[in-house]
């Protein structure tokens, strides 16, 4: 058993079900979350790799408009 880093209630987990790195989802508040641990069994929230390449472009961009 382990808890929403988000929300803190409780996500009920088999520790046989799931591997380091896979992602579930909180069926409180449905954020998704990384297993980052199986013994015991610990939730981070999971990162958007979509907003992360996001970053990366607006960072390119600003980095551009200082060279110019």
Sequence with gaps: MAHC???ESVVEIEVD?????????????????EVVN???IELDLAEDEDLEEE????????EGEEEE
């Design 38 to 40: 199986t013994n015991p």
């Design 17 to 33: 079900d799931v591997e380091e790195g896979q992602i579930v989802t909180c069926p409180e508040c449905g954020v998704d979350l």
């Design 55 to 62: 970053d990366e472009e607006g960072e390119e961009e600003i």
């Design 5 to 7: 880093p988000e929300c």
